[in-house]
Nanobody
């Protein structure tokens, strides 16, 4: 059984910063993709950032402001969010492709940016 637990969301003023964490636990042989998605109110879930062994990718809307990183020893992925904007308000979900089981999602954490 694999479980992903997120932490770090909250309320912040525009221009502020937050750091999200997502830790995977269980009988994990390896992790391929580690991603952050978000779902703004009334909108579809969208990919924000991805980190693999080959590098990182970001949505255009967050490039230069968000940084994704991982701690392989702790099966943890981080999302450092700087210069936050009201349009970054959303529920943020981590996602991992975990060997040998498949795809897993975190429970979601609310990020609210006030103007």
């Amino acid at each position: 059984q694999v479980q992903l637990v997120e932490s770090g969301g909250g309320l912040v003023s525009a221009g502020g910063s937050l750091r999200l964490s997502c830790a995977a636990s269980g009988s994990i042989l390896g992790i391929n993709f580690m991603d952050w998605f978000r779902q703004p109110p009334g909108k579809q879930r969208e990919l924000v950032a991805r980190i693999t062994t080959d590098g990182t990718n970001y949505a255009d809307s967050v490039k230069g402001r968000f940084t994704v990183s991982r701690d392989n020893a702790k099966n943890t992925v981080f999302l450092q969010m700087n210069s936050l904007k009201p349009e970054d308000t959303a529920v943020y979900y981590c996602h991992m492709t975990i060997l040998p089981f498949g795809d897993y999602w975190g429970q979601g954490t609310q990020v609210t940016v006030s103007s």
